[in-house]
């Protein structure tokens, strides 16, 4: 064999050994990896009650930007959660039997699925039980969306209803099995509120063993059934919803553009109306009820427009009823103050007068604009959240350090004990 022959032998041995190489190379980088995914909370084998906020994370060892989708099951079908690398889904236990539960997850990248992840929890939705002290209370906040908005209001809110939720518990003697805090989409994001998400409510070290969820529409609509489902259950029940958030309206536009639109809130994936709210609590049949929406044009949920003039018919909310303060920290074409990090500026006065008991004997006056009492008669050692709200309209309107927010003008419809010109003139004073 000529070596000219052998030669080119070698070389198309050569080509054909580097073709293999990059065929095998290219194979191999079409190989896809399946990504992986973990649960953080609950841990398996806990026991855990109404709102559960099951999270955890994924990855993708093709990178992160892979992964598609996380999927959880709860003895039943496959359901899409939020997020992909963190993660979460909020299971609403109020309607389903206790019990062992088996919950499993898997992630997606568009070509495999991973490993599902499987833990087993107990369900345990404690029983109502008959004690001297019948006392709901719910904290409602969505305070950091949407993701590119600079009006986002930071933790202020979450803050301000752990901090009520202590005098509550201590003060008022509200159980702690029968107080809720919904915040945001149930996350801790970075920067107050501004970042990204961090954790969920449920996984932070917290004072109280509360109840915490999203504010989203499905958990605020299901709360609040089961709030009203255990307290009619008793004669004696006590109420108490706190609803902090932007309210619907447009700043650019005279009366924010409310004359002739209903008030409204913003929860985190939708928005909530007066009429709404009416419709939610219209069952409810607790006769010591106090509710509180500070947000802007808040003042349709009070049936009130400004200076304490009554609502449109067409635009009644059906919420003040006998038995009940509505109370809103602005007028129906006003818009609200609040702090990132203290809360809402109406609340907070509101809160101290009742905690310091600055409020006692404190009057509607002129339009319910409030004023001290000039008779000693009216203070009687209690504070009153009507008492309280007359305080805080009057420190608005008298504070030279609040005079860039005197003009919010909270609103109230007081219906303790029942309407008229003859009811009782005594308030309604929580937790007694």
């Not at 699925?113 to 929890?121: G, H, L, Q």
């Not at 917290?206 to 259950?233: E, M, P, R």
């Not at 007028?331 to 609040?338: E, P």
Request: include cysteine; proline fraction near 3%; aromatic fraction near 12%.
């Amino acid at each position: 064999m000529s070596r000219n022959i052998i030669i080119a032998m070698l070389l198309v041995i050569i080509v054909i050994i580097g073709l293999s190489f990059n065929y095998l190379r290219e194979e191999k980088e079409k190989i896809n990896i399946k990504p992986n995914i973990e649960i953080i909370y609950p841990e398996d084998g806990s026991t855990v009650s109404k709102i559960v906020t099951i999270s955890g994370t994924a990855s993708d060892p093709d990178g992160d930007d892979k992964l598609l989708e996380v999927e959880i099951k709860i003895d039943g079908k496959w359901i899409l959660v939020e997020g992909n690398t963190k993660w979460s889904y909020e299971w609403r236990t109020y309607e389903i039997d206790d019990g062992s539960y088996s919950i499993q997850v898997r992630s997606w990248d568009g070509t495999d699925y991973s490993v599902v992840k499987e833990i087993f929890i107990i369900l345990d939705n404690p029983e109502v039980v008959e004690t001297d002290s019948h006392k709901w209370a719910v904290f409602i906040a969505a305070s950091n969306f949407p993701l590119d908005n600079e009006s986002k209001l930071g933790n202020g809110a979450l803050n301000l209803a752990e901090y009520m939720v202590d005098y509550f518990v201590k003060e008022l003697k509200y159980s702690t099995s029968n107080i809720f805090i919904l915040f945001d989409d149930g996350w801790i994001r970075t920067d107050n509120g501004y970042g990204q998400p961090i954790e969920t409510l449920e996984q932070r070290k917290h004072k109280y063993d509360i109840t915490y969820g999203g504010a989203t529409k499905n958990t605020v609509y299901s709360t609040l059934a089961f709030i009203v489902d255990a307290a009619n259950k008793f004669d004696d029940s006590e109420v108490f919803i706190w609803i902090s958030s932007h309210g619907c309206g447009d700043s650019d536009i005279p009366a924010g553009g409310k004359i002739f639109e209903r008030s409204a809130v913003f929860l985190w994936d939708d928005t909530l109306s007066d009429l709404q709210l009416g419709n939610l609590l219209n069952i409810l049949k607790s006769k010591k009820t106090c509710i509180i929406v500070d947000a802007c044009y808040s003042g349709g949920f009070a049936d009130k427009t400004i200076l304490n003039f009554p609502e449109l018919f067409l635009f009644k909310s059906k919420i003040p009823k006998n038995g009940r303060v509505v109370i809103t920290a602005t007028s129906k074409f006003r818009v609200g103050f609040a702090s990132t990090t203290q809360g809402p500026l109406f609340t907070q006065l509101w809160l101290n007068g009742i905690i310091t008991g600055d409020a006692d004997g404190y009057r509607p006056g002129l339009f319910k604009i409030g004023r001290p009492t000039i008779f000693r008669i009216f203070k009687d050692g209690k504070v009153s959240v009507e008492e309280s709200f007359y305080y805080a309209r009057y420190i608005l309107r008298k504070s030279e350090s609040l005079k860039d927010y005197n003009k919010m003008e909270p609103q109230i419809n007081d219906r303790y004990p029942k309407i008229g010109i003859l009811r009782s003139m005594r308030g309604l004073v929580l937790g007694e």
